[in-house]
C-alpha cells in the first residue's frame, strides 16, 4: 500500500524558513517523480515543485522560485521542501504527491497518490 | 487568477448528469492530457480521471472525461450526495514549464 506522510509544518515568521518531509513507501521510490501541492485556507490547488526520479531535473512554480527548493534522498526514501524567506502568502497546507512516471514534465502523466497534508502557518 | 479555468460552482439533484468544463490554452490542454481531481470536505485531493478520459480502478463509470482542442469536461452521471466535493482540473503546461491547475469547481447535491 502507497503511503505518504509529510511532517515539518508549523509557525514561523515572516521571513523565517522551514523544511517539510515527506517519508514514502509502499513503492520503489526512485523509480517515480514527486511534487509538492499546497492549497491556501479556502483556496484551491497549486502545484510548488517538482523533481523527476533520480533528482537530476527539478521544476518550480513561479510564485516560489528562488526561494522553495526541493530535494529528495532516495536511499531514505523521502522528499523535502525546504522553505526560505516566506512570506504571508505561502501560508497553506502543503501536500506530497506520487508522479506516475520517472519525469515531471509532459503528458501523460498525474498525481496518483496523496499525503494528508502539513500545514504551514507565516505570521508574526 | 488560475492558468485552467473552471465554473466556481455547479448544481444538480440526485440522479441528474451534470458536466464541469474546463477551459484553457495550446500551451496546456491543446498539447497535454489532462486530470481531475475529487476532493471530499476535509481531506486530501484524490485521482479521479487521468490522460484525459481514463477512470483508476475503484472510481465509479460514473465519472467519465473528455478532451476536445484547449478545453476539457468531467461529466457525472447518477449524480449522488457523496459526489458533493470540490473538483480540480490539472494538466502540463509547456510554456511554464509546469504543472497547472483549474481553480476548482465546489458540485452541490440539492
Redesign the interface.
Given at each position: 500500500e502507497v503511503q505518504l506522510v509529510e511532517s515539518g509544518g508549523g509557525l514561523v515568521q515572516p521571513g523565517g524558513s522551514l523544511r517539510l518531509s515527506c517519508a514514502a513507501s509502499g513503492f520503489t521510490f526512485s523509480t517515480y517523480a514527486m511534487s509538492w501541492v499546497r492549497q491556501a485556507p479556502g483556496k484551491g490547488l497549486e502545484w510548488v515543485s517538482g523533481i523527476s526520479g533520480s533528482g537530476g531535473s527539478t521544476y518550480d512554480a513561479d510564485s516560489v522560485k528562488g526561494r522553495f527548493t526541493i530535494s529528495r534522498d532516495n536511499s531514505k526514501h523521502t522528499l523535502y521542501l525546504q522553505m526560505n524567506s516566506l512570506r504571508a502568502e505561502d501560508t497553506a497546507v502543503y501536500y506530497c504527491a506520487k508522479e506516475h512516471n520517472y519525469y515531471v514534465s509532459g503528458s501523460p502523466n498525474y498525481f496518483d497518490y496523496w499525503g494528508q497534508g502539513s500545514l504551514v502557518t507565516v505570521s508574526s | 487568477q488560475?492558468v485552467l479555468t473552471q465554473p466556481p460552482s455547479a448544481s444538480g439533484t440526485p440522479g441528474q448528469r451534470i458536466t464541469i468544463s474546463c477551459s484553457g490554452s495550446r500551451s496546456n490542454i491543446g498539447s497535454?492530457?489532462v486530470?481531475w481531481?475529487q476532493?471530499l470536505p476535509g481531506t486530501?485531493?484524490?485521482?479521479l480521471i487521468?490522460?484525459s478520459n481514463q477512470r483508476?480502478s475503484g472510481v465509479p463509470d460514473r465519472f467519465s472525461g473528455s478532451k476536445s482542442g484547449t478545453s476539457a469536461s468531467l461529466a457525472i452521471s447518477g449524480l449522488q450526495s457523496e459526489d458533493e466535493a470540490?473538483y480540480?482540473c490539472?494538466?502540463?503546461d509547456a510554456s511554464?514549464?509546469?504543472?497547472?491547475?483549474?481553480?476548482?469547481t465546489k458540485l452541490t447535491v440539492l
Open positions: - | 488560475s497535454n492530457t486530470n481531481y476532493q486530501a485531493p484524490k485521482l487521468h490522460s483508476p470540490d480540480y490539472a494538466t502540463w511554464l514549464n509546469g504543472r497547472v491547475f483549474g481553480g476548482g
